[in-house]
Structures are given as structure tokens and as C-alpha cells.
């Protein structure tokens, strides 16, 4: 269940609160395979699941810009904010890549907010995203994302 801020200027006095995690996300290859097909990017590693079966994961493994796209399904499942006219992705301030994502694997995305600030005409806040793998020690990605919201 996402946590729910009244309106953008609620977001100010949210620096540090946690905001859960998301639903868990299965990885199967055909959203790898259709994330290939959009972006051109046909590495064995991800696409050729007999190759990669004796490659360094023992199976394709996600690409690291798919996990990282999917902070966009991930962020308002667990961070809504109401009373608003826009929000924005203004873009991100670091990436990382810990841990590769194998195929059939589960992922979901656990929130923090790191920073808020007025900004012209709304709120802009700052979210550390960490895309965790069920059953693995480190995260698939984390992220530090960047929101605008305009009341």
C-alpha cells in the first residue's frame, strides 16, 4: 500500500520516512526479449537463453536499463501524492547496478525519501529507489529518482 501525502507541500516534512515496498514483479524472458526488441539491445547475455546457460549466470539475465525503467511501475506503488495538478520525472542523480537480475527471478522496489524542496511552482523531492531481488543479499539497482509535483 503506497504512502499517501496530502499534497505536494507534505512532501517537505517527509525527509528520512520510509515508504515500504512495492508488489513483487516476476522477470520472465519475454519482458526481457520485448525490452531488447525496443531498445536494440540483443546481447546473448539477455536474449539467448542456451549460450547464456553457460555463461557467467547460468541463464539470461535482465538488462540493468530494464530494472532501472522499472522504478517508473515501482514509485507510485509505493508513493502517492494527492491534491496535485502534474507530476513529473525530472531524472535521477545516481544509478547502480550491484547485482545482475536472472531470468524467472523477483524483483520489487523499496523507497526513502532523501530530500524535498520547494522548487518553482511545486515540490521537488528526491526518492532513493532500491530494486531488491528475492532471496539475494544485494539489490538489482538503486536509484536515486527525482520527482517535481505542482499542486
Not at 17 to 25: C, K, V, Y
Not at 97 to 125: C, D, L, N, T, Y
Request: aromatic content about 8%; charged content about 20%.
Amino acid at each position: 500500500m503506497a504512502t499517501t501525502f496530502d499534497n505536494p507541500a507534505a512532501l517537505l516534512e517527509a525527509v528520512g520516512r520510509d515508504l515500504g515496498h512495492s508488489d513483487w514483479l516476476q522477470i520472465d524472458q519475454e519482458r526481457i526479449n520485448q525490452f531488447a526488441d525496443a531498445t536494440g539491445d540483443h546481447q546473448w547475455i539477455h536474449v539467448d537463453p542456451d549460450k547464456a546457460a553457460d555463461g557467467p549466470y547460468g541463464a539470461t539475465i535482465a538488462h540493468g536499463y530494464l530494472t532501472l525503467s522499472l522504478a517508473n511501475l515501482f514509485l507510485p506503488q509505493i508513493m502517492q501524492v494527492e491534491n496535485t495538478s502534474m507530476g513529473v520525472n525530472y531524472g535521477c542523480e545516481k544509478v547502480r547496478f550491484p547485482a545482475a537480475v536472472p531470468v524467472g527471478s523477483r524483483i520489487r522496489g523499496h523507497g526513502e525519501v532523501i530530500s524535498a524542496e520547494e522548487v518553482k511552482g511545486g515540490v521537488q523531492v528526491v526518492v532513493r529507489m532500491t530494486i531488491e531481488i528475492e532471496g539475494s543479499e544485494r539489490p538489482a539497482c538503486v536509484i536515486d529518482t527525482i520527482s517535481r509535483f505542482f499542486p
